[in-house]
């Protein structure tokens, strides 16, 4: 009996070492997604009836980190309803597999090449960066950062709510900030506490390092304990081109936003928050993105288009891409042969992917705004806002995510476990087998272009 | 006095040879748009009063054989003003260079490598086809063409006008249509010959002819004329993409578009005109692009944005680029390593162009719409159909160009002139300068994407 158990469990591991990575993670992610949904569907988590779609959308956008909702959270489950999504919400935002790869290495001391090489698909990193290394500060950073984050919510929602209320308000808004998550137990999101500013500082904080992300951390961690170490080139980029980009929504919401400039006081901090919510794609607001004009949620669909940095818990095609394809029309411009960005070589291999998400990821987005077009009627920028969200899993919405008909709603589910995943990592799991017999007749010809 | 004049001559021969090629092209576009704004400024060629915005709106479109107008081109200029728009629309349809490189071939006999290069800048080739050939076939086809076109159109009209009247717009819709520049004589474009046969036959014969391109035509010529003659992996690139295309543009606009589906007859013309009009650039309508549904204009923008073929008159990517794109996105997802398409490696050096021209493109589509959001207050599908309108040089609207403010009007103006030069072209007039010293410290350091 103990034998054939044993059996079947080579079996599986057998079968998982057919997967390529890319697989691995997909079927990660859909299995959180899965156990989150059917869990939820169980009615004794539920205040009241809550519709199998809607739970699937639920645990969906918790796994995402998205933040969307279709049925309010607080309203619609009840303590352990909460408690699930929180876990899900959890797991998705640190991440199936630097989860699993810590446990196995806390117990076996050891990591097989083979998890290796699906943590670098996970977050594609540069070689310099030590993976035990990476993976020991994600859990420890994660854990401080949520315990202080607790504590910095307690203080804020102790005058408002009772002890345990505003106790588990702080855990679980912490644990859905610094997991980029958005989601609230709150029906308006923060905008009760726009004007706090210890509750804008806590999201900003938490929001800012979870998005920016572990390399970053792993990067001035090293820094301090090593003065020597020399910050990466790949962290200088972010940071820079994450104030910069901060900067310009701030500014662009600040002057130019009619619902953020007849704010008669908190104008700078209002422009901020939604610059920031966007940015880290935590998806937070503060004021109401439904009275937003055009031109501003332009803004905004640009920022969480863009998203942060490569090894945090944001989606979007990442500032590094951004700057690879900021450097391809520079270069390209100036006639330039190669490639280069702050006097550096951006060699062949990551220009490949960087263009390869750039096209993949608009790609997504046009279709999934011409579905929801094709199946909804909504207003264009409104649609539009709300892929960008689902994909860049921001979880920001004009208001219509509630009255998406079941095909819209089907589409944002598909949009927010893609953007989770990664547009490469996603089409490489659902396309790319191991192995495949190339039996293409090679030719080679010039087409003109 | 001959002497000091030959000296100037002399000089600004010399300084014309310090500009890049794409800079010749960009001047020499811009000298034409200049001519025919001060031509069209003159009060004798009104009928009515017409602004200086106006008139420059009217000659950028027709140079760039775009066909979009602020003002009725029949009820505010007379036949001479006309015929100056003709004029221009035929200027900028077979091109700056293509016209004045065949004028100096017939008096000459020989041309200059300096020339030939500047042709392979505006029409990207493969180097076996020889530019000479290219030419000639250009000048002797658009002949062929336009007069056979007018004999049409000739035909049609004689049952509704006087003859002069007929004569004189068969001829301009005759240039109009094979230049791709969709500009009319009738205020509400062909929506009166809607159900006519040999309108519709005629329009899409010369548009499809133009917009395919001098390419296609030069190789079927070659095959014609030596029957052994391999037509180019290029032609049938673009053959087998435009069929599809048009099949896909027609299909859904048949079942999907409730302005056509609601037709008695003429449902399957229609849906076949509009999207042969959005894909060869013609920019003529038989139905109003006004009634046209969110999603269905989202195809249309599709189209537009793609266009035809790179040695044609179209604008957009181009179908060849698309092609590429397509390849990339197909060998990434099956994790090979080169691209390929039907079987055959793209080499780097196209797909670096595709990959440009589809970053470059996509960011100046985005860029307008931004703009005009900014400082314009319509539906957004409008705003994002007039500017892939402009930068595709299609000319098709949903109806708020003459409602534009003036930045407006000068921000699709500026899109259209790209569209024309190509946004390749355009970048690379305005930064690359010839012989740039590059004193750049490259290093290579990794980045993470
Ligand atoms: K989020
Ligand atoms: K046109």
Redesign the interface.
Known sequence: MGASLKNIQKKYTLFKKKW?PQQNLFYGFLTYVLAGFVLLCIPIFHKTDVSILDNLFTATSAVSTTGLVTVSVFDSYNFFGQFIIMILIQLGGIGYLTFTTYMLLSTTKKMTLWHKKILSTE??????IQIKDFLKSVIIFTLIMEILGSIMFFIVFKQDLPFFNALWSAIFHSVSTFCTAGFSLFNNSFIDYANNPLLNFTVALLAIFGSLGF?VVTDFYLKVKNFTHKIS??TK?ILYGFIILLSFGTCFLYW?EPSITQLTQGRLLASFFQSMSAMTTVGFNTVDFGLF???ML??CI?LMYVGAS??GTAGGI?I??L???YA??KS?????K?I??M?????FE?LY????????Y??II?LG??LI??TNDF???D??FEVASALGTVGVSTGITTKLNTIGKLIIIVLMFIGRLGV?TF??A????KK?N?K??????????
Do not use: Y
């Open positions: 390529t977050f594609i990193l540069p070689e310099s390399i080139f790949t980029i130019f004009n055009q031109s332009l803004v640009f490569p090894s990442k590094t891409t700057s690879a394809i391809i029309i390209r411009l100036r006639g330039q190669k280069t960005f006097h550096r070589v951006i060699p990551r992917i960087a263009t390869s998400a750039f096209i993949f608009t790609t046009v705004t011409f077009t094709f207003k264009f920028e649609i539009l490469l089409g490489l659902l396309w790319h087998r495949e190339q293409h007749k090679i030719l080679k010809e010039d087409i003109a272009i």
